[in-house]
C-alpha cells in the first residue's frame, strides 16, 4: 500500500539551532515527494517538492529537504530555526494509481515548536 | 492575486441538514480537490475533479456530494447521511500532470449545533 509516515507527532528545538522533520514514504515506481506548512485556522502552503535531480532540494523561507532513495526518506531541514517557523508541517507524496492524477497522500503531520 | 477561496469560514450544521461549502478558483487550474482535516489524522480526500463535469471518489467520500460544473467552481455538499460532519475542510487545485503542487485556501470549520 502506499503510504507517507511522519514518526514525530511533535519536533522542538531552539531558536537559532538546526532542524529535522522526519519523512518516509512507501510508493510504487518512482516519487513525487511535497513538503506542507501550515499555520493555524489557515490552509496548507506549499513548501518545495522532488521530482528528479539533485537529491537536495532548496524550498521556501530557508528549508531544503534530502530524498534519500535507498532509505525512502525526506527529511525536510533548515540550518537555523526561527520562532516563526513553529507550524504544523505535512510530508505528501503523489499517489501512483497511473494516469496524470495528482491525487496526495499525505502524513498525520509534525507539530514544529521553536523555543526563543 | 490568484489564489483560492473558501466560504464561509465558520459553519453550523442543524441534525438532519445538508450544508454547501463554496469553493472558488482563479488560478485557471483544472483539477480540484476536497480534504477532511481531523486532529491528528492528517488530511483526508474527499473528492476530486480532473476537468469540468467529471469528478472521482477518494478515500472519505460517503456522506458527502460534489459538483463540478465550471472550471472555477467546486462546491461541497455535506449531507445529513455524514454522521461525524465536525471538521476542518480544506479545498485545494492544481494544474495536471501529476508533478506540480497543490494550492489550497484557507479551509471552512464546520461544527454541529
Known amino acids: 500500500a502506499q503510504s507517507v509516515a511522519q514518526p514525530e507527532d511533535q519536533v522542538n528545538v531552539a531558536e537559532g539551532n538546526p532542524l529535522t522533520v522526519k519523512c518516509t514514504y512507501s510508493?510504487?515506481?518512482?516519487?513525487?515527494l511535497f513538503w506542507y506548512v501550515q499555520y493555524p485556522n489557515r490552509g496548507l502552503q506549499f513548501l518545495l517538492k522532488?521530482?528528479?535531480?539533485?537529491?537536495l532540494v532548496k524550498g521556501s523561507y530557508g528549508f531544503e529537504a534530502e530524498f534519500n532513495k535507498s532509505q525512502t526518506s525526506f527529511h525536510l531541514k533548515k540550518p537555523s530555526a526561527l520562532v516563526s517557523d513553529s507550524a504544523l508541517y505535512f510530508c505528501?507524496?503523489?499517489?501512483?494509481?497511473?494516469?496524470?492524477?495528482?491525487?496526495?497522500?499525505f502524513g498525520t503531520g509534525t507539530l514544529l515548536a521553536v523555543q526563543p | 492575486d490568484g489564489g483560492i477561496t473558501q466560504s464561509p469560514k465558520y459553519l453550523f450544521r442543524k441534525e438532519g441538514q445538508n450544508v454547501t461549502l463554496s469553493c472558488e478558483q482563479n488560478l485557471n487550474h483544472d483539477a480540484m480537490y476536497w480534504y477532511r482535516q481531523d486532529p491528528g489524522q492528517g488530511l483526508r480526500l474527499i473528492y476530486y475533479?480532473?476537468?469540468?463535469?467529471?469528478?472521482q471518489k477518494g478515500d472519505i467520500a460517503e456522506g458527502y456530494s460534489v459538483s463540478r460544473e465550471k472550471k472555477e467552481s467546486f462546491p461541497l455538499t455535506v449531507t445529513s447521511a455524514q454522521k461525524n460532519p465536525t471538521a476542518f475542510y480544506l479545498c485545494a487545485s492544481s494544474k495536471v500532470p501529476g508533478n506540480q503542487p497543490q494550492h489550497f485556501g484557507d479551509g471552512t470549520r464546520l461544527s454541529i449545533l
Open positions: 522532488y521530482i528528479t535531480g539533485d537529491n
Open positions: 475533479s480532473q476537468i469540468v463535469n467529471d469528478f
Open positions: 505528501a507524496v503523489r499517489a501512483n494509481y497511473g494516469g496524470a492524477t495528482n491525487k496526495l497522500i
Open positions: 510508493v510504487s515506481g518512482n516519487p513525487y
